[in-house]
């Protein structure tokens, strides 16, 4: 039945048609819509050729190959929205179709219904007065008849009122289906727009980035420059504030450097091996800080243990026979002398002894470095300086447990600072010396690491259109 066939008069079950619509037009543009998914993967197939293809020569041809994937993977992501919108809309057609057919039905059957009313009663409003009064006049068969199509009546407008309502949740729930499709496969908003922005601004972003990236080297170098010096003389404190500004400046490039790579491997428009490489990066400066706080950590642990052993050594002096005999022969000379004079040199000798024999206490103050402790240290002065703390308790504590276990600790978080120090100096150099560069396209790199650093895997991206 199409929309110039339906009934115009919905009375008594509606006041117009309950269920509008055309399910051929509906039809019509699901057909619509799987043509162009059809077309669309035409295209598809040639961009693949020419992704695939060996007989392109040029330097433009590299380009031309990823420009082509690229578009593939986004066709392929249109096509199956249209083709999957498309088998939503003929379901929807069907539907449609099935409810407009269940309500004519029903509105036939409640027009013979009021029809009858009309014949036995003269109206078809049974609950009127002269309705009721012509029902008591009526022969036991007609009343039997009014009776069934009363049925009738009931009945009809119980089978127009279930079928919209079931025509409604079908179309409720194929609606949403068709919008999860549009917002899943290629979605047409935020993520979408900050796409398109990152493609259309793709070169100045990677210049941006390697310049960035540049920026940081040098200020580590410079750092390296101060704490190279720092190793042979101690820099004033101005010189000291710069290297850490320099570093934290560093560090914030790595970190905005980061999350600009996640953005883009993310949007489909950079290599997850740039992410990879960030992220080492920062591990390397977190394992570096942690480092740090464990030689700090370590030389506060020795100082608490090696108070506490001083201590117990003091006791341990305190009950050897020697000390005791010691003490009781100057304690028997005292009582000997035979003036005060003498007694007052006597007890001297017996001060001198016991503070001759009284452990040395813990350090209060950090020792001086040496430039080669510094460097074992990751080329901080302060961590150096703390290490070397802790092993000189351990030393002076010799055979306390809890002393040598917190300069071990220290000595682990140093070689540590110092391989952290290391392995991201020499990471970040590799890459500057054998990367492909934006900016200046003739340097020499090394071409299997750049392709590991634009890894992508098949079909990254969270969005392709710009709205």
Request: hydrophobic residues 40%; proline residues 4%; aromatic residues 6%.
């Amino acid at each position: 039945m199409t929309p110039k066939t339906r009934p115009k008069d919905w009375e008594p079950l509606a006041g117009s048609d309950p269920t509008p619509g055309d399910p051929e037009g509906v039809r019509a543009s699901g057909k619509t819509m799987a043509t162009t998914g059809e077309q669309i993967r035409e295209q598809i197939a040639r961009l693949k050729a020419i992704a695939d293809t060996d007989e392109l020569k040029g330097k433009y041809v590299e380009e031309l190959k990823k420009g082509s994937d690229k578009l593939k993977s986004k066709l392929e992501k249109a096509a199956g929205r249209y083709e999957k919108v498309s088998s939503k809309l003929t379901e929807w057609a069907g539907c449609l179709e099935e409810a407009q057919s269940e309500t004519a039905r029903a509105l036939t059957s409640a027009k013979e219904a009021q029809d009858t009313f009309r014949a036995l009663v003269g109206t078809t409003d049974l609950d009127s007065d002269a309705a009721k009064k012509a029902e008591k006049d009526l022969v036991a068969t007609k009343k039997a008849e009014l009776e069934r199509a009363r049925t009738t009546f009931e009945n009809a407008k119980r089978r127009n009122s279930r079928a919209v309502e079931e025509y409604g949740n079908d179309a409720r729930r194929i609606a949403d289906k068709i919008r999860d499709i549009i917002d899943d496969a290629v979605e047409d908003g935020f993520w979408s727009w900050f796409s398109n922005l990152i493609e259309r601004n793709l070169k100045a972003i990677k210049i941006v980035l390697e310049v960035a990236g540049w920026v940081a080297t040098i200020l580590a170098a410079v750092a390296l420059v101060i704490m190279i010096a720092a190793l042979f003389m101690v820099p004033g404190a101005g010189w000291l504030a710069a290297m850490a500004i320099m570093m934290k400046i560093g560090t914030a490039i790595a970190i905005a450097s980061t999350v600009t790579h996640v953005a883009m491997a993310a949007t489909g428009n950079g290599g997850w091996g740039d992410v990879v490489f960030d992220v080492v990066g920062l591990l390397t400066m977190r394992m570096g800080t942690v480092a740090g706080r464990g030689i700090k950590k370590g030389a506060d642990a020795a100082r608490q243990a090696s108070v506490k052993a001083g201590r117990q050594q003091a006791k341990d002096v305190k009950t050897t026979q020697a000390y005791k005999d010691k003490m009781s022969k100057f304690e028997a000379d005292k009582a000997a002398a035979p003036n005060k004079r003498v007694r007052d040199a006597i007890q001297k000798q017996q001060d001198a002894y016991k503070k001759s024999q009284k452990p040395k206490g813990a350090a209060q103050d950090l020792p001086n470095p040496s430039p080669k402790e510094v460097l074992k240290a990751g080329g901080d002065r302060d961590l150096a300086a703390n290490l070397k703390y802790a092993q000189n308790e351990a030393v002076k504590r010799a055979g306390d447990p809890a002393t040598n276990a917190a300069a071990r600790s220290a000595s682990r978080n140093g070689t540590l600072a110092f391989g952290t120090f290391v392995g991201g100096t020499l990471i970040d150099w590799t890459d500057k010396t054998i990367a492909p560069s934006d900016v200046v396209e003739e340097k020499p790199k090394v071409g299997p690491y750049g392709d590991l650093k634009d890894w992508t895997p098949v079909n990254t991206g969270m969005s392709d259109y710009a709205p």
